[in-house]
Nanobody
């Protein structure tokens, strides 16, 4: 059973940066893709970034492209989300996600979820 534990959330001022981590265990990650989603109060959970564990190819929606960077450390089984030039609208609970195979770009495609970490961006 895959387990995901997020960390690194907190309060940051607009324009600042934050790095989230997701420690993964219990799976054969070479054949998986990892991703990040976020959910703001009263809104649906949305896709933020994804990376193929093997090869490291990444994928982002336009809303964060150029500001967010996803990366992974194979030795540590950890995925990171570097968030730069943060905006108040980036405030949300950020969830780590795993999909067997290709990018987890939609909620319905995710096989496993972490419990989330809260990011609050003040104006």
């Amino acid at each position: 059973q895959v387990q995901l534990v997020e960390s690194g959330g907190g309060l940051v001022q607009a324009g600042g940066s934050l790095r989230l981590s997701c420690a993964a265990s219990g799976g054969t990650f070479k054949s998986y893709a990892m991703g990040w989603f976020r959910q703001a109060p009263g809104k649906e959970r949305e896709f933020v970034a994804a990376i193929l564990w093997s090869g490291g190819l990444t994928y982002y929606p336009d809303s964060v492209k150029g500001r967010f960077i996803i990366s992974r450390d194979n030795a540590k089984n950890t995925v990171y989300l570097q968030m730069n030039r943060l905006k108040p609208e980036d405030t949300a609970v950020y969830y780590c996600a795993v999909r067997r195979g290709s990018y987890p770009t939609a909620v319905a495609l995710v096989d496993w979820w972490g419990k989330g970490t809260l990011v609050t961006v003040s104006s």
